[in-house]
């Protein structure tokens, strides 16, 4: 499996930007499709956004359509979230997670890193 390590997280004001940064391990790190979720506290981890393995297709919840971007560089083998106008609902600790299947079907994802706390204050 792939190990996943994130990174990028922190305390932020409303409408401030962040960008997570998700290094895996492995040299078959293009024929993973990647993905970023979050669990907010007291609720369930989420899908945010996924991408496909060489980068060409890419999926987002409703919830950060327009504001967030996941992009991905296979030559370093890192994911990358760019998050723009955070809102406090963005507040939760974000996982970087990875699977062999489509981007498209999150229940696909199994291997997942260790999460980054993100805080957005109003």
């Known amino acids: 499996q792939v190990q996943l390590v994130e990174s990028g997280g922190g305390l932020v004001q409303a409408g401030a930007t962040l960008r997570l940064s998700c290094a895996a391990s492995?040299?078959?790190?293009?024929?993973?499709?990647m993905g970023w979720f979050r669990q907010a506290p007291g609720k369930e981890r989420e899908f945010v956004a996924t991408i496909s393995g060489s980068g060409r297709r890419t999926r987002y919840a409703d919830s950060v359509k327009g504001r967030f971007t996941i992009s991905r560089d296979n030559a370093k083998n890192t994911v990358y979230l760019q998050m723009n106008s955070l809102k406090p609902e963005d507040t939760a600790v974000y996982y970087c997670a990875a699977t062999r299947g489509s981007y498209y079907f999150i229940q696909n994802f199994d291997s997942w890193g260790q999460g980054t706390q993100v805080t957005v204050s109003s």
């Open positions: 492995g040299r078959t790190f293009s024929t993973y499709a």
